[in-house]
């Protein structure tokens, strides 16, 4: 079987945009025209001749059009094997017509959801017959012709046009994959909400949720938004999907300016800066510089121009060839240091003419602007793929406070300590395992990311501290007087010395070391003040 004729068609769709033109078009090849309900209606308020549904089950539509087209009269005309002579004759007995093209697409289950409708609405837009008949003409597709999208319409009546009002076994089984993609998607975005909908319109309630976070079968359903360039080296390819109802703004929901296409390298590390400045979402302007979806400087002042000196003074060799991400719209001045060095991609909650005009001149870097940015203390989960399975956790939406935090040491922190540890703990959250941070006076300090054991990240930290005081002709570091920030506790005494070294007076860490009374007793001798939060940052 290859070119199938199109004589008859079931058009039944809850998005009637562009269904009008379409039925048209079949109309005047002599396709006979079969619908339900809205659909009808909308096909002869244009003027076209239309078969009701009920006219050939001759049952009615009942039960507030819940029942409909579940009729054998429907789905023997899309599940009959034209060439097994049992069905022909089992459709000649039943005198069951054939319907070669299904044109469906679903009731809008996920965009009630997401204007949050009650439940009962929600209930009401899942769809039980359109996904059944979609089913029953894709399993059929040697013989059936099935259309989900409407933007696939204009390639269904070039392909009728082109085979003399047939279609081809290779349209229809393309036609086929893509519906049973849109089912799987739609039946996983009716088990999410099961799963993992809120309080409000979950049917298992809040308190079901929190006993029971991960479902036994996991349903996952993303669209294609691109294909990218290739992924994280040239060998590999790539393409960025988003989920089902998001519920977040992040870089794919972005509005790219300008710019080349973003890569998945770009896509990674945007994210990993706009995760970061969140965490500064209202506050004094903050600046984000990111390579490697590690931070490299990061600082809060007065304007965005100063945070965005102050964040490249921390670190500008690593800075080259950047992200940028910012928590203020930008301005012109900011805008213009900004292209003083090769920057991949800026991402900002808006731009004024300035910036952009300045931005203009550097036509390959990305300009993503955002609406909102994500909540840092977010509910949601996060997914990572391992070979043989899929690792899945709630996401690291832990903040701490001022309050939260427990003095071990013999020395009370100042007010000025404890407000650069709590800056400082804010992007050690964000910063590869092991993470060291030191900041000072809303700035960090030196970084250290990613090592095999904390002495080295501390370590490594405090050089990059080192080599920034040398480029800006400092007296000394901005390690002097600062507040460290571990990510995890400190297994031994070595790391906090090597943060003493390089003149930190503060550190802020988890705690809960079998050698905390070492390591307290070490920053005893030391004269420095440290606070445990009983919260670990690992980001691996």
């Known amino acids: 079987m290859t070119d199938v004729a199109i004589k ?35 096909l002869r308020d244009a003027g076209l001749d239309v078969l009701d549904v009920s006219d050939i089950t001759d049952f009615p539509e009942m039960m507030d059009g819940r029942v409909k087209t579940l009729h054998p009269m429907v789905h023997g005309g899309l599940l009959a094997v034209r060439d097994n002579e049992d069905h022909t004759a089992a459709m000649d007995a039943h005198d069951i017509g054939a319907i070669d093209l299904l044109v469906v697409n679903l009731y809008p289950f996920e965009e009630t959801v997401a204007r949050g409708a009650s439940r009962d609405e929600i209930v009401e837009n899942i769809d039980i017959g359109g996904p059944a008949m979609v089913r029953s003409a894709s399993k059929n597709h040697q013989f059936v012709t099935i259309v989900t999208d409407p933007s696939d319409y204009d390639e269904l009546t070039t392909e009728l046009a ?161 992200i940028v991400a910012v928590n203020r719209p930008l301005d012109g001045p900011t805008a213009q240091a900004i292209c003083e060095i090769f920057t991949e991609v800026v991402i900002a909650p808006g731009a004024d003419d300035a910036a952009r005009e300045a931005f203009a001149a550097k036509k390959n870097l990305r ?111 901005r390690t002097k007087g600062s507040a460290v920030a571990s990510d995890a506790f400190f297994p031994f005494a070595d790391g906090l010395l090597s943060a003493v070294e390089a003149g930190a007076t503060m550190v802020i860490q988890p705690g809960g070391s079998m050698r905390d009374d070492e390591v307290i007793a070490a920053a005893d001798e030391a004269g420095i003040a440290m606070v445990f939060t009983g919260m670990r940052h690992f980001r691996h």
């Open 8 to 42: 008859r068609a079931l058009l039944s769709v809850s998005d009637k945009a562009g269904i009008v033109e379409l039925g048209g078009k079949l109309a005047k090849a002599g396709v006979q025209l079969v619908s339900t309900g809205g659909t009808a209606r909308t």
């Open 162 to 322: 082109e085979h003399d009002g047939a279609t081809t076994q290779a349209f229809r089984t393309r036609m086929a994959a893509k519906a049973f993609a849109k089912t799987a998607s739609y039946d996983a975005a009716i088990a999410n909400w099961f799963a993992f909908g809120d309080a409000y319109t979950n049917p298992l309630g809040a308190e079901a949720l929190k006993a029971t976070p991960f479902v036994e079968k996991m349903p996952l359903a993303f669209s294609k938004k691109d294909e990218l360039r290739y992924g994280e080296n040239p060998h590999q390819t790539a393409a960025v999907y988003l989920p089902q109802n998001a519920g977040v703004q992040g870089v794919p929901q972005a509005v790219q300016v300008q710019g080349k296409e973003l890569s998945y390298n770009n896509y990674n590390d945007a994210d990993a800066a706009l995760e970061l400045v969140a965490e500064f979402a209202g506050g004094d302007p903050a600046v984000v510089i990111v390579k490697h979806a590690n931070p490299c400087g990061v600082a809060q002042a007065s304007t965005l121009l100063e945070a965005w000196q102050q964040a490249l003074a921390c670190d500008s060799v690593s800075a080259f060839g950047g």
């Open 367 to 477: 300009l993503l602007l955002i609406e909102d940015f994500p909540q840092a203390d977010r509910e949601g989960f996060q997914i990572k793929t391992i070979a043989g399975g899929m690792l899945m956790q709630s996401r690291d939406n832990g903040v701490i406070g001022a309050d939260d935090l427990k003095v071990v040491t013999k020395r009370q922190p100042s007010e000025q300590e404890v407000a650069d540890a709590l800056f400082a703990w804010k992007v050690a959250k964000h910063v590869k395992s092991n993470a060291i941070v030191y900041a000072k006076d809303g700035v960090t300090a030196g970084i250290g990311a990613g090592q095999m054991n904390r002495r080295d990240s501390s370590r490594i930290a405090a050089v990059r501290a080192a080599e920034a005081a040398e480029a800006a002709g400092w007296d000394a570091p």
